[in-house]
T-cell receptor, first 116, second 113 residues
Framework: AQKITQTQPGMFVQEKEAVTLDCTYD???????LFWYKQPSSGEMIFLIY??????QNATEGRYSLNFQKARKSANLVISASQLGDSAMYFC?????????????FGTGTRLTVIP | DTAVSQTPKYLVTQMGNDKSIKCEQN?????MYWYKQDSKKFLKIMFS???????INETVPNRFSPKSPDKAHLNLHINSLELGDSAVYFC????????????FGEGSRLTVL
């Protein structure tokens, strides 16, 4: 079974609007971490936001917020006030278990296009 | 100063050749990784080293051999290259006991002809 599922291969959003990118995860661990990364067309991987499984508040970083619904095992990324520079691939990822030398499992990504 | 740097950024080579990609991090992290991103953009772990010791070795052909001379460096050597090896290879590092956030290099695009 996939550990991370991103069901939206592509999304469009009007500039200045908000957009939600979906992510669901599958783990039996109690301790885990969820991440979102952005990959622009230039190819680098940019860390956006992190949510720990024990964090009670949703994580926020500037225009990014993570809508964490533990019971539904979802960790959606919300981007507010979209900008043209937000056009990129977005990956959801999960660290299973306690922090340590763990690898991250990535979803298949969502390509976001911001329309002027 | 680049935190995680990989060289070369682009590699074009013939089938059957051997090639290496080098990676260095100056973040003081103790864990380093190689990830492969295929043509569909899927990112998958290949190897992970912690303090020069191999700790993750996913199902990767043994033509791929990682080497970690010290905890700041993790190189990837690929023997007898095949067409299916064409991909972008990302080096990354993380700090033990931290959240697990990966700090990525810029990627090395390998094209096998």
């Amino acid at each position: 079974a996939q550990k991370i599922t991103q069901t939206q291969p592509g999304m469009f959003v009007q500039e200045k609007e908000a957009v939600t990118l979906d992510c669901t995860y599958d783990t039996s661990d109690q301790s885990y971490g969820l991440f979102w990364y952005k990959q622009p067309s230039s190819g680098e991987m940019i860390f956006l936001i992190y949510q720990g499984s024990y964090d009670e508040q949703n994580a926020t970083e500037g225009r990014y917020s993570l809508n964490f619904q533990k019971a539904r095992k979802s960790a959606n990324l919300v981007i507010s006030a979209s900008q043209l520079g937000d056009s990129a691939m977005y990956f959801c990822a999960m660290r299973e278990g306690q922090t340590g030398a763990n690898n991250l499992f990535f979803g298949t990504g969502t390509r976001l296009t911001v329309i002027p | 100063d680049t935190a995680v740097s990989q060289t070369p950024k682009y590699l074009v080579t013939q089938m059957g050749n051997d090639k290496s990609i080098k990676c260095e991090q100056n973040l003081g992290h103790d864990t380093m990784y190689w990830y492969k991103q295929d043509s569909k953009k899927f990112l998958k772990i290949m190897f992970s080293y912690n303090n020069k010791e191999l700790i993750i070795n996913e199902t990767v052909p043994n033509r791929f051999s990682p080497k970690s001379p010290d905890k700041a460096h993790l190189n990837l050597h690929i023997n007898s290259l095949e067409l299916g090896d064409s991909a972008v290879y990302f080096c990354a590092s993380s700090k033990m006991g931290d959240t697990g956030e990966l700090f990525f290099g810029e990627g090395s695009r390998l094209t096998v002809l």
